[in-house]
C-alpha cells in the first residue's frame, strides 16, 4: 500500500511539474508555429494537451513591443483566438464545460493543412503573419492585439519550476 501512495504522489509531481515545464507556444514569422511537448488529438479540427492543468499565464511577445505583454489567470476561463492568413485558431482552458484541460481549435485540419515536425505543427502560408490576437478572461475582453511583427505568444499552465521557460516563471 506504502508503495502505492509513493507511485501515485510521484505522477502526480511529474504532472504537476510536466504542466509547468511545457507550455504551448504558438510563434509566427513564415511559418507559423504551434509548439508543445505533450499533445493529445482529438479529432481533426482539435489538440488537446495530455497534461490536464489550469493556464497560469499568457505572455504575448513581438519585435515591435520592448515589453511583453503578460495575461495573469486564477483559474478563469482563457479563450485566446488569432488569425494567420486563412487559419483562424482557438484556445480554450480553463473551462469547466471543456473537460479536455487546453483545446486548440483551428478553422482548418491539423492532418491535413499542417505538417505534423515532432512536437510542432507548422503552417506555412507565403506572405501570411499572424494579424490578430485577442485574449478574454471569463467573458471580459482584456485585449485585441494588431500584431504587425513576428510574434511569440507563451500559454502558461501549472506551477512553475527551474526548469520552466522565462515566460512562465
Known sequence: MRMLNFLAL????????????????????SPLTIEHNSWKPID?????????D??????IASNASPK????DFNQEKLTLTLTYGTVNLTV???????????????????????????NQYVRDEPGAAIAKVSVKQGNAPLA??????????????????????????
Do not use: W
Open 10 to 29: 510521484s505522477m502526480l509531481t511529474l504532472s504537476v511539474g510536466l504542466a509547468a515545464d511545457h507550455p504551448i507556444i504558438i510563434s509566427n514569422g
Open 44 to 52: 481533426d479540427n482539435h489538440l488537446g494537451s495530455s497534461v490536464t
Open 54 to 59: 489550469t493556464v497560469t499565464r499568457v505572455v
Open 68 to 71: 511583453p505583454r503578460r495575461f
Open 92 to 118: 480554450t482552458a480553463n473551462d469547466d464545460d471543456n473537460r479536455q484541460g487546453i483545446v486548440v481549435t483551428t478553422n482548418k485540419s491539423f492532418g491535413h493543412d499542417f505538417q505534423r515536425n515532432g
Open 144 to 169: 485585441t492585439i494588431d500584431v504587425t511583427e513576428p510574434t511569440k505568444i507563451t500559454i502558461c499552465y501549472g506551477t512553475p519550476t527551474g526548469n520552466s521557460v522565462t515566460e512562465c516563471k
